[in-house]
């Protein structure tokens, strides 16, 4: 593989990191110019460059490119989350970052096949996916690519989108971290003490739930909000569910909705007896 193309993405990460201190706008413009720049030269090296495999070529269009790529997109969410970022209190912030975590969720969620194909490092179809003279009418494609320039395959830049958004959805994470570990928490007070004595993930299970079914404060309770009142109140620690959903959306064998599933079941089976 010609070493030019990870001092590219290595030298472009490391002058984005020089701006981290800029105004929002300014760090904006110039990283807009960075990244069109290391993605130019990407190209000219690749025009010039004759891969001696075929794995050669899968592990710059799986790898190389979408991680070059990625910083576009980055850079302009990164930056609409923060010039659109609202005054208000932790609470409003949390709720606002939460909003755009589910954002990043469902485009993960429209395209779960590619996702999950790209999260396990799978490899199977990598000679149809990241090949560019390969038979991409085979390909169902999730979104509209251009490969008529020789510089692309169909999933090199859905792979690319998936890197942004995951960068993007960390920074978030780490935002309302802060923010919660910043904030007062809510406590009660009460005669009876109940104690979560469950799986962990099961309560992160039950907190989603409630959270995106709106049960909650006419639905305006934000999910951390909810994940601190189990916590209290049923003394458990959660920590960061965000972190822990990715273990329920990578559940294979088992149902998503493990927990639930197993909650309907006993229910359905009291009612039975009831009925009976």
Known sequence: MNPTFETIESQLKEELLSLQNYPPMERYSASVILVNKAIADLKEHLKTTEFTSPQEEIIFFKEIRPKILAYKLQVSV??????????????????YFEEAIKGFQSVFKLNSFYYQYYRNHFSELDHLYF????????????????????????????????????????????????????????????????RWTGDVINAVELAYGIWLTGQVNDGNASLNQIVRWIETNLKVSIGIAQRKFSE?????????????????????????EHNS
Do not use: C, W
């Open 78 to 95: 990164e930056y609409n989350i923060s010039v659109n970022e609202p005054i208000g209190t932790s609470d409003v912030l949390i709720n």
């Open 248 to 272: 329920i959306s990578r559940r294979k064998r088992l149902s998503i909705t493990k927990f639930i599933d197993q909650m309907r079941s006993a229910i359905q089976g009291k009612a039975d």
């Open 131 to 194: 090949i560019r003279n390969a038979d991409h009418s085979q390909i169902p494609l999730p979104e509209i690519t251009d490969t008529e320039h020789n510089d692309s395959t169909p999933m090199s830049d859905l792979f690319a989108k998936f890197i942004a958004f995951e960068q993007v959805n960390q920074m978030i994470i780490n935002r309302i971290t802060f923010l919660m570990n910043n904030s007062p928490v809510m406590r009660t007070d009460g005669d009876f003490e109940l």
